[in-house]
């Protein structure tokens, strides 16, 4: 059997999604908390995988089992065995061509900005704070030289292991709530350090380093190096994944408020 679940988690706390030899791990969390209730080892697969620090309120995970439990069950079982940073919000059985990663059509990310002279002390791990006035309404205009497919080069972590740096972002908005920022990017799918890139990047137009239409000079560059320093990963969030209608996988957007 084939189940999906949805998964919130507080980021700080890990060394990202992957399992790793050494490290605590989202992923080699929640795969030791759900093999517990499955009374079996099981792999977990992920829709995308979040780095060191980054947080998410909507990822979506599948994995295979024998076991043979009511939802509530594995619901409250794997919350039962999760630390207190990590929770699953929901669980259904899907059909076995679901694949989290795979069958996912869109993925929304929210990047959060705290806007202030002085730095935050209760909210240090979950925004990105940028003590110099940032116009808002010029960093959305920038970034709507990113809408559409186009070669992410620029906007790629060196590393990143995707076959194609071609990208398509649906949509881009940029909005103020008193000190808050938020950045939401909903695309088919995100290069490694994307979403960090863009926001440094809009980051640079919005305090007047530089014009909006800089932004479509960095992204026909098509060289890392154009588009700088990544923002924090401390305000990026995973807030929803989309698939098709035909899988009925739950898609409610859970997004972080402030301000």
């Known amino acids: 059997m084939r189940f999906a679940a949805g998964v919130e988690y507080d980021g700080c706390g890990f060394f990202?999604?992957?399992?790793?030899?050494?490290?605590?791990?989202?992923?080699?969390?929640v795969e030791t908390a759900i093999s517990k209730v499955a009374d079996h080892n099981l792999n977990v697969v992920c829709a995308g995988r979040t780095d060191t620090g980054v947080h998410a309120t909507g990822q979506v995970i599948h994995f295979d089992t024998v076991a043979d439990r009511p939802i509530n069950n594995w619901?409250?079982?794997?919350?039962?065995?999760?630390?207190?940073?990590?929770?699953?919000?929901?669980?259904?059985?899907?059909?076995?061509?679901?694949?989290?990663?795979?069958?996912?059509?869109q993925r929304h990310y929210r990047y959060v900005i705290y806007n202030h002279p002085s730095r935050p002390a209760l909210l240090r791990n979950h925004v990105c704070w940028q003590h110099t006035e940032l116009?808002?309404?010029i960093m959305g205009h920038a970034g709507r030289y990113l809408l559409g497919e186009h070669d992410f080069t620029s906007f790629r972590a060196v590393a990143c292991q995707a076959h194609s740096?071609?990208?398509?972002?649906?949509?881009l908005d940029v909005r103020r709530s008193?000190?808050?920022?938020?950045?939401?990017?909903?695309?088919?799918?995100?290069?490694?350090?994307?979403?960090?890139?863009?926001?440094?990047?809009?980051i640079k137009t919005g305090c007047g380093e530089q014009p909006p239409d800089w932004v479509s000079d960095v992204l026909q560059a098509k060289d890392r190096r154009v588009s700088g320093i990544n923002a924090s990963p401390a305000g990026l969030y995973l807030v929803k994944v989309s698939?098709?209608?035909?899988?009925?996988?739950?898609?409610?957007?859970?997004?972080p408020v402030f301000g």
């Not at 990202?16 to 969390?29: D, I, K, Y």
């Not at 740096?165 to 949509?171: E, G, K, L, Y």
């Open 178 to 202: 008193d000190r808050f920022i938020t950045i939401d990017v909903i695309a088919n799918a995100f290069l490694h350090h994307m979403v960090r890139c863009i926001a440094g990047v809009l």
């Open 165 to 171: 740096p071609v990208r398509t972002i649906h949509a």
């Open 135 to 137: 116009d808002a309404d």
């Open 243 to 255: 698939y098709p209608d035909h899988f009925k996988v739950p898609s409610d957007t859970r997004l």
């Open 75 to 105: 619901l409250r079982g794997a919350n039962a065995n999760l630390p207190d940073d990590i929770s699953v919000q929901w669980l259904a059985r899907v059909d076995e061509a679901f694949h989290a990663r795979f069958s996912a059509t």
């Open 16 to 29: 990202g999604w992957q399992r790793q030899a050494e490290g605590r791990t989202v992923q080699g969390c």
